[in-house]
């Protein structure tokens, strides 16, 4: 890793030994970790999940099955609201960048900019929903197009990609800085620069070692979480049937004549010019 001190106060609000005792005291909980949690504590989960998809990781769970969330009380809060699950305990750990952000800031910003959007990562605090906000993650550059407004909260203006992008379509975001200082920044995620990451390439140190047992452990609740992607993302027809490879046709119904699309009464065929075109499906062909 490239700096030994580049720790996460989410990592350090959550350790290991109190999970376990949790765990002890409650065997039939369900542990969701979010991903900034450390090895040891991944291997005391049953699932995983990211900002993204916390709130498909927790509605994977049987619903009569209490849940405990963890570190993040902010992101726990706003899984615990989209999902409406009662039976969800929820960790007091924070992102120290989250946790100082001020409502008032925002307040401030949307009087002076009343027809920008508020863009917000999941794991603000409570107190900043009390406006209607597009909730980001870390991918929120792609949020640009078509949106005109401003950020809640992270990095350091400017030279972040998302203004950057935010600038290539036309739009315009507005910087909220957090009350303790004008950046928003985390401090531990500015120690690790691309000199230390390239050194750390080139000497393969400062090293962190780690344990086969512990790995396989952890590994588990990472493929559980990775799982319910690859179940998101089969594509599964009207039949229930799970396809690999698709056929493209020409015309709306194939000449197999089979029972799902071709039945032997009550056939209807589309109008051609309601189907593909031939430049149509070759595009579609070529699509990754």
Not at 111 to 122: G, W, Y
């Amino acid at each position: 890793m490239p700096d030994r001190e580049a720790g996460c106060s989410l990592v350090d609000g959550c350790p290991v030994e109190p999970v376990r005792a949790f765990r002890r005291q409650n065997p039939d909980h369900a542990i969701v970790s979010y991903i900034n949690t450390s090895i040891e504590v991944k291997a005391e989960s049953d699932i995983l999940c990211t900002s993204r998809n916390a709130v498909k990781v927790v509605n994977s769970i049987p619903r009569e099955k209490p849940v405990m969330f963890l570190p993040d009380r902010n992101l726990g809060n706003y899984v615990k609201r989209e999902t409406g699950r009662e039976n969800m305990q929820i960790w007091q750990g924070a992102c120290i960048v989250h946790a100082t952000f001020p409502a008032r800031r925002v307040m401030e910003a949307k009087l002076e900019h009343p027809q920008a959007k508020v863009v917000a990562h999941r794991s603000v605090p409570r107190r900043c929903w009390r406006w209607p906000i597009l909730w980001a993650h870390f991918g929120a550059h792609r949020m640009v197009r078509g949106q005109h407004g401003f950020r809640v909260h992270r990095d350091d203006g400017e030279r972040h990609p998302i203004f950057v992008a935010a600038a290539g379509a036309g739009k315009r975001f507005y910087y909220v800085a957090n009350e303790n200082c004008n950046c928003s920044e985390c401090p531990y995620m500015k120690l690790n620069t691309l000199e230390k990451l390239r050194d750390c390439l080139l000497h393969l140190e400062p090293r962190v070692e780690l344990s086969e047992e512990i790995m396989a452990r952890a590994l588990v609740p990472l493929e559980r979480m990775l799982a319910l992607k690859i179940m998101a993302d089969q594509l599964i027809d009207s039949f229930g049937r799970v396809h690999t490879n698709l056929r493209i046709s020409v015309t709306d119904r194939c000449n197999i004549r089979c029972f799902y699309c071709m039945p032997e009464t009550g056939v209807h065929f589309e109008d051609r010019r309601q189907i593909l075109d031939f430049e149509e499906i070759e595009r579609v062909a070529r699509m990754q």
